[in-house]
C-alpha cells in the first residue's frame, strides 16, 4: 500500500458546506462570503468547504469559484480549513479545475460522485483517481446518490485509498450506516469519514467517521460543535440528548431543496447572503413562517 501523504490532517470534526452570498444582481457577493467564513469560524465550525451542492456550484461558473475559493483562503488564513468543490461529472473539467484551485492554496479538495452520466464504479474509481493524481491536496470523496443515480461502494472507496496516496477523507451523505462501517474497515487507519446529512451525524462518528460537513451549523455551530464534542469524550447520552433538541432545525431546514430554507435562516439570523439563482428560487411565504416557527422553538 503506498505511503500516505495525508497523515498530518487536522481538520477538525465540524466542517460547513458553506453557502455562496449573491448581491441584489445575483452576483458573487465576494466580500460578504469571507465574512461569513469568518463568522462561521467563530460560531463553532473548524473550516468550510467552498461551491459545493449548498453554495450553488451548479451555476456558478469557473471564473466565480476560483476567485470564492482565492478570497475565503485568504481571508480565513490558517484559523480553519478551507476545502475547494473542483468536482463533476465531466473529468477533464474537474481536473483542470482541480489544478487550478491548487494554485489559490486551498487545504483540500472535494469531488462529488458524477451526476447525469451515472458511471459505472470502474469509471468512478478512474474518474477520481484521475482527479486525486492531477494533485498533491488531499482529496474528499463525496457520495451522495440523492443527487447522483450512483452509489459510490465502499469497494470502490477502499481501491482508491489502497492506490492513490491523496484519498484519504470520504463524505457519505447515504443514510446507510452499514457502508460507513465498511469504508472505515476497510481503509487506513488514518482515513477520515464525515457525515454529509446532519441527521447522521452521531450514526457516522458511532461506525468510524469523525464527523460532519453540516449545513445547519450555519445556524445552530455552536450547538452542533457541542454535540460533536460530547460524543467524542464518551458523553453519548448527553450527545444523544442535544442531537434529539437538534433534530426539529435538521427537518426544517431541508423541507424543501437546499440551500433554498438555509439562505432563509441565515437571512432569519440577522446575516444577508441574498437570493438564489435559478433554477432555484426563493422559499414560499408558508414556508418561511413554518421555518421561523421551528428556528424560533430551538434556538
Not at 470534526?13 to 455562496?20: H, S
Not at 476497510?186 to 468510524?208: C, F, K
Request: glycine residues 8%.
Amino acid at each position: 500500500m503506498p505511503e500516505s501523504t495525508t497523515s498530518h490532517l487536522n481538520w477538525g470534526r465540524l466542517l460547513t458546506a458553506m453557502v455562496t452570498p449573491f448581491d441584489s444582481h445575483l452576483r458573487v457577493h465576494y466580500d460578504r462570503a469571507c465574512e461569513l467564513a469568518r463568522w462561521l469560524l467563530d460560531h463553532g465550525s473548524d473550516g468550510v468547504v467552498i461551491s459545493g451542492t449548498t453554495g450553488e456550484s451548479p451555476t456558478l461558473n469557473i471564473e466565480e469559484k476560483l476567485r470564492l475559493f482565492a478570497e475565503v483562503k485568504c481571508a480565513v488564513g490558517d484559523r480553519g480549513t478551507v476545502i475547494a468543490n473542483t468536482g463533476s461529472y465531466n473529468t477533464e473539467e474537474s481536473v483542470a479545475l482541480t489544478r487550478a484551485a491548487e494554485g489559490v492554496e486551498v487545504d483540500g479538495i472535494m469531488a462529488v460522485v458524477p451526476y447525469y452520466n451515472n458511471p459505472p464504479q470502474e469509471g468512478l474509481y478512474r474518474h477520481f483517481r484521475a482527479i486525486a493524481q492531477s494533485t498533491e491536496l488531499p482529496v474528499i470523496l463525496y457520495n451522495v446518490p440523492s443527487r447522483s443515480p450512483r452509489n459510490l461502494e465502499a469497494g470502490t472507496v477502499a481501491r482508491l485509498a489502497a492506490d492513490v496516496p491523496n484519498i484519504r477523507v470520504s463524505k457519505e451523505a447515504k443514510n446507510d450506516m452499514e457502508q460507513v462501517r465498511a469504508i472505515a474497515e476497510s481503509t487506513p487507519d488514518d482515513y477520515r469519514i464525515y457525515s454529509g446529512e446532519d441527521a447522521n451525524t452521531l450514526g457516522v462518528m458511532e461506525n468510524g467517521g469523525v464527523g460532519v460537513i453540516s449545513v445547519a451549523s450555519h445556524v445552530v455551530g455552536p450547538q452542533m460543535k457541542r454535540m460533536i464534542d460530547l460524543f467524542a469524550q464518551g458523553e453519548t447520552e448527553q450527545a444523544r440528548q442535544a442531537e434529539a433538541d437538534l433534530l426539529p432545525v435538521f427537518t426544517g431546514l431541508f423541507a424543501t431543496t437546499n440551500p433554498i430554507l438555509v439562505k432563509a435562516a441565515i437571512q432569519m439570523t440577522g446575516l444577508d447572503c441574498g437570493g438564489l439563482r435559478l433554477p432555484l428560487v426563493e422559499a414560499t411565504d408558508a414556508e418561511r413562517d413554518e421555518l421561523k416557527r421551528v428556528l424560533e422553538t430551538h434556538l
